[in-house]
């Protein structure tokens, strides 16, 4: 008997590839509300705003605009979604990689 296979949902789809993206210390979630992704349809319109906590020394334009390509290209794979817009909210610094001397 073949498995069925559960398909990912949207936000977890984004959850994941954020976190796969090098820079990234953690997603910023305000619990219950969200877990660091929140998406939204206004009249078929999709906007994804992502709230992260970069690590110390990150490039954050950089890491903004990959976070952004990385999104939409996995969405794109998924077939699930077609984003207008990509948000990137930095909420905090993660200083844990600094070396103290």
Known sequence: AKEKVKAE???????????ATG???SLQGAAPLH????ITNLFGKIDIDIYVNVF???NIPELSWDIQ???K???????????SHINIHIEGVDTRNVRSN
């Open 9 to 19: 949902a949207p936000s977890q789809i984004v959850e994941r590839t954020v976190l």
């Open 23 to 25: 820079g990234i210390a």
């Open 35 to 38: 877990n660091g992704v929140i």
């Open 56 to 58: 110390y020394g990150a």
């Open 69 to 71: 390509d990385r999104v």
């Open 73 to 83: 290209a996995s969405l794109e794979e998924s077939g699930s979604l077609q984003p």
